[in-house]
């Protein structure tokens, strides 16, 4: 069976600091991963997406940008968080018509 | 372009009754449509979908809906809601589910759900 991985689960980081949240992938190949962000708690922002080992597209300009090293492996990054960063960040993969979810990454800058 | 919207930011309803949460989406095609539930701090889970076919769709949890052309809606129903019921619902659309185009959805805003016992 298929499993999506996020880590870490919380995370506490300064103004200025840098970013990177891991996500993987278990049980499938060639998937498209996506990054998404959820701010109190509602609406989810697609930030990112990718259909194959280093092809990234952006859908929101930002200070955060995304890599895919590998075909399960998502990582979304930051040279200096903002404020405005903080949020829940869900990373998800696709499965035909289906898109599943990781269980998300708490970001909180202080 | 393409956008979902969910005109209800809650809904409350007693434990027994009837559920319906609302979704309405614009695309300039044929749309593909989901329903998504979130608890608390926790990722999404798929609940349901119309691709085509049979506009009453059946998904998790005794949830189901409706695909509907001419109003172009696609509503959440369940016929008799449960506290465990209680969450975060979102409707979501895309135009392609062509892998290399990207699989994109669209999210409504979500719909808190609260069933009181």
């Known amino acids: 069976s298929q499993t999506i991985h996020q880590w870490p689960a919380t995370l506490v980081q300064p103004v200025g600091s840098p970013l990177s949240l891991e996500c993987t992938v278990e049980?499938?190949?060639?998937?498209?991963l996506y990054w998404y962000r959820q701010a109190a708690g509602r609406g989810l922002q697609l930030l990112f997406y990718s259909v194959g080992i280093g092809q990234i597209s952006s859908e929101v300009p930002q200070n955060l940008s995304a890599s895919r090293p590998q075909d399960r492996q998502f990582i979304l990054s930051s040279k200096k968080l903002l404020l405005s960063d903080s949020g829940f960040y869900l990373c998800?993969?696709?499965?035909?018509?289906?898109?599943?979810f990781g269980p998300g990454t708490r970001l909180t800058v202080t | 372009a393409q956008s979902v919207a969910q005109p209800e930011d809650q809904v409350n309803v007693a434990e027994g009754n009837p559920l319906t949460v609302k979704c309405t989406y614009s695309v300039s095609g044929n749309p593909y449509l989901f329903w998504y539930v979130q608890y608390p701090n926790r990722g999404l889970q798929f609940l349901l979908k119309y691709i085509t076919g049979d506009n009453l769709v059946k998904g998790s949890y005794g949830f189901e809906a409706e695909f509907n052309k001419s109003q172009t809606s696609f509503h959440l129903k369940k016929p008799s809601a449960l506290v465990s019921d209680s969450a975060l619902y979102f409707c979501a659309v895309s135009l392609s589910m062509i892998k290399a185009a990207g699989n994109k959805l669209t999210f409504g805003g979500g719909t808190r759900v609260l069933v009181k016992p």
């Open positions: 049980g499938t190949s060639n998937p498209n």
């Open positions: 998800a993969w696709n499965r035909a018509y289906e898109q599943y």
